[in-house]
């Protein structure tokens, strides 16, 4: 029979740490695993799954190509906090991303990745958020053979592109959520077209600026 492989999960209880106890021995935490003193040597692999806390180098360092994260974006894009939301917000590529956690926010080499496509009528904030969720865990099972073994390709991220944002960002596009997480995507869509024509506007009239200063 085969020996189940020792595996530290961070994050909340989900169905794929459900799927993944039947497979693997895990132990699950959800608190700051930083402060917890845990001896990290019995793990093979830590694995984080929409866990909320920055997990230092003194971490890290115990799982050398072996500590993954699975985001709920197309990465480089949405780093960080509410990466669905942001997606809309800013009209940018949404998807989900498995990559190796390293010590800055959401920037380690890809693993797999997947982009999606929403029905911008019908679909609001939480069918997006929820089939996002659905189709990364479906990915991890989907690779998880291979990926124990070693045996998956890594792409670095280009670093001179994407986005990263905040819990605090939030505070500030709260008023946009009209009907909380049931608020329909196309009405994000629009506020991202207005933003994107405000600041077009606002960078032809620097240019018109610009151009007078260099006549005069």
Known sequence: MRKAMKILYLGPRSELLD????KEKVDHFNDDINVVGLDLTPYRFLISYN???IIGHSVLNHFPDRAINLHISALPWNRGADPNLWSFLEDTPKGVTIHY???DMDTGDIIIQRELLFNQRTDTLRTTYETLHAEIQCL??????KLKKGKCNRVPQLRNVGSCHTTKERDRVKYLL????DTPVYELMEYAFETRQSID????YREEIMEMSNEA
Do not use: A, Q, S, V
Request: some cysteine.
């Open 201 to 204: 506007c606002m960078r032809r």
């Open 101 to 103: 956690l390293d010590e």
């Open 51 to 53: 866990y909320r806390y």
């Open 140 to 145: 991890f099972k989907h690779i998880w053979p």
């Open 19 to 22: 799927w993944l106890e039947t």
């Open 178 to 181: 009209t009907r909380g997480w």
